[in-house]
């Protein structure tokens, strides 16, 4: 969604009619984008990805019967105003051979809403391209053809159900999407929040090979070397901030992890051995950390995969953050239960 906060500015600006297009609900298809959305007008165009654009066609011809129902004011050059049908949810599916043709890991179907443009509040587009973690809760009526939507941030009060479920998406840290059912039709919360930002104390190779790693995964990382500029990074982005400590330094190491702590930030790790460990926790013991902080602190780093070289140090590492962000046990897929894709 990030992604087409640009085109979403352009095309508001030149009042094109153009439409936002996502899942509303999805079975099938293998690992997916959570934030995958489209842009689309009815001249053609599209931006963005969903579904490795196997239904672009489809959500071109349902842009344009919109607008031919007054869904964007303003044809197809003009008007930013809204009238008529504020929204369309369409059925897509995918099966075999047309699913393997287009290179998607298995067939499905899904649920997508269209809604103009113009029915997005601009607040939308400009915390997005602030990069802070928000929240759209979008309210359908029962025949799904009127939709408001609304910007819920992290900060704001609980109001209803949807504010609670934006909240607890958020909270995660990851994007991610839920439909709400109840008596007055559906609602849509997709929440967007900051990427994760790796802040890596210390240098050298496993520091370099975790900063592309994250990178890989869409994050944001920086390499720190003293208390001092960890300190600043932190407190400026301590609404994303993941702490991997790799130096071995106390004047550096133990100051920075009470910062992390005091902070609040949701990945707290630190690399070494057992005795490095208990050197550290003494270390912010005496530095006033409580018994219930120095549990959120993950020493020694990482999931047990058996790793041993620095690429395979920092892929345990970073899939340590991924699970504790995403609130889960790491654990075989075989032995959980439930959905995989909660």
Excluded at 17 to 27: D, F, I, K, S
Excluded at 67 to 82: C, L, N
Excluded at 235 to 251: F, T
Aim: with cysteine; glycine share 14%; net charge negative.
């Amino acid at each position: 969604m990030r992604e087409l906060v640009e085109t979403a500015r352009q095309w508001l600006t030149e009042g094109r009619a153009g439409y936002l297009a996502r899942p509303v609900t999805e079975q099938g298809f293998g690992p997916r984008d959570p934030a995958g959305a489209v842009l689309v007008d009815a001249r053609g165009e599209c931006v963005g990805a969903l579904y490795r654009g196997v239904f672009d066609a489809e959500l071109i011809a349902e842009a344009g019967a919109m607008g031919a129902m007054g869904g964007a004011a303003g044809g197809d050059s003009g008007g930013s105003g809204v009238s008529g049908v504020t929204a369309r949810v369409c059925e897509v599916s995918v099966r075999g051979a047309e699913a393997e043709a287009a290179k998607l890991t298995c067939g499905g179907q899904a649920e997508v809403l269209i809604q103009p443009l113009a029915a997005i509040p601009a607040e939308w587009w400009e915390l997005l391209d602030e990069g802070v973690g928000v929240a759209l809760v979008t309210r359908l009526n029962e025949t799904a053809d009127q939709a408001t939507s609304e910007v819920v941030r992290a900060t704001d009060a609980v109001r209803d159900e949807a504010g609670r479920r934006a909240g607890e998406l958020l909270a995660v840290r990851r994007p991610g999407r839920d439909a709400l059912y109840g008596d007055s039709g559906l609602v849509l919360v997709e929440a967007y929040p900051s990427a994760p930002y790796v802040v890596i104390g210390g240098g050298g190779e496993l520091a370099e090979i975790i900063e592309r790693q994250a990178l890989l995964l869409g994050w944001e990382a920086v390499l720190v070397t003293g208390r001092e500029e960890a300190a600043q990074v932190i407190e400026a982005r301590r609404d994303a901030a993941c702490v991997v400590m790799l130096s071995h330094d106390e004047e550096f190491d133990v100051p920075t992890l009470r910062d992390a702590l005091a902070a609040g930030v949701p990945y707290v790790g630190a690399l070494g051995s057992r005795r490095t460990t208990a050197r550290r926790r003494e270390g912010l013991i005496g530095a006033g950390v409580s018994e219930a902080q120095l549990a959120l602190v993950h020493g020694p780093i990482g999931l047990d995969l058996g790793a041993r070289t620095p690429a395979e140090t920092a892929l345990a590492i970073c899939a340590e953050i991924l699970g504790v962000l995403g609130a889960r046990k790491a654990g075989a897929l075989r032995d959980a239960e439930g959905p995989l894709n909660p």
